[in-house]
């Protein structure tokens, strides 16, 4: 993190709505950062770590248990949004299809999203569906940051390893790599910096408002990676892997 740039300090964030669909997410007033990734990586986990309130979003040990769009409100600022994973192979079809249209929707046509918090697990070696998730973000210009979860569990060599190996496999796809994080929600790891990434992201939204003369709270909808996003939304999505 660069001088001049402070830690996002976090003096409220509320639950605001769980949304079955895009259709009945909220207002796209303020930016969204987002977690994604499969059933169980600790998306649930990680946003309560970050927001410093255990409970906030609800964890459990069961995969597949985070099924609708959760969006809290922080700040009175931006939003964590809470996604459901993919890649977990019990829920029943019906549901699996929905949610996951629900996800995709959501990553390619929010205009309010901001930035993804993209969540592997550093516990394992690469893993197909995640490699074809990160693809497809690439493919859909979802702007996003990859961050490695539960730290705590495996051994430094080992989280090492499996990062080394999976930045090896998604190199070839890009000229400049995503930033790259590890954290674990178990002991605080990785929370300054992933708060440094929200309040930089912040800060160029409010440095594009007053550029264009928009209020600062305002979205950041004009900007180059929204408008590809917008010209996205006409494409037929027959590619999603998850
Ligand atoms: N050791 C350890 N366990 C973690 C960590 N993060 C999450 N967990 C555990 O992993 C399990 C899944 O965590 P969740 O946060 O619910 O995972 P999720 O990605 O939201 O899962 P879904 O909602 O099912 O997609 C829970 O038992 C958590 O306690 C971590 O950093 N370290
Ligand atoms: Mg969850």
Redesign the pocket.
């Known amino acids: 993190m660069g001088p001049g740039f402070f830690i996002v300090n976090i003096s409220s964030a509320i639950f605001d709505c769980s949304a079955p669909d895009l259709d009945s997410c909220p207002d796209e007033s303020l930016p969204e950062f987002a977690f994604i990734?499969?059933?169980?990586?600790?998306?649930?986990?990680?946003l309560n770590m970050l927001a410093g309130e255990q409970g906030l979003?609800?964890?459990?040990?069961?995969?597949?248990?985070?099924k609708l769009i959760n969006i809290f409100t922080v700040n009175a600022s931006w939003r964590l949004v809470?996604l459901?994973?993919y890649g977990?192979a019990h829920v029943a079809r019906k549901d699996k299809a929905r949610f996951n249209q629900a996800v995709s929707d959501y990553l390619e046509h929010r205009t309010n999203l901001c930035l993804v918090f993209a969540?592997i697990d550093s516990c394992l070696p690469p893993q197909a569906i995640d490699l074809e998730f990160v693809e497809w973000l690439v493919r859909h210009a979802v702007p996003f940051v990859l961050v490695f979860?539960?730290?705590?569990?495996a051994s430094p060599a080992t989280a090492q390893t499996n990062v080394a190996a999976f930045t090896d496999r998604i190199s070839a796809w890009f000229e400049k790599p995503p930033a790259m994080f590890t954290?674990?929600?178990?002991t605080g790891q990785g929370r300054q910096e992933l708060l440094g990434v929200i309040d930089e992201a912040m800060g160029a939204i409010k440095t594009e408002a007053l550029q264009t003369g928009l209020p600062t709270q305002s979205p950041p909808s004009l900007s180059l990676e929204a408008r590809v996003r917008e010209n996205r939304k006409r494409r037929p999505d027959l590619n999603r892997p998850w």
């Open positions: 990734g499969r059933s169980n990586v600790g998306k649930s986990s990680l979003a609800r964890v459990s040990p069961t995969p597949g248990f985070t809470d459901p994973g977990y969540l979860t539960k730290t705590d569990k954290c674990s929600a178990v």
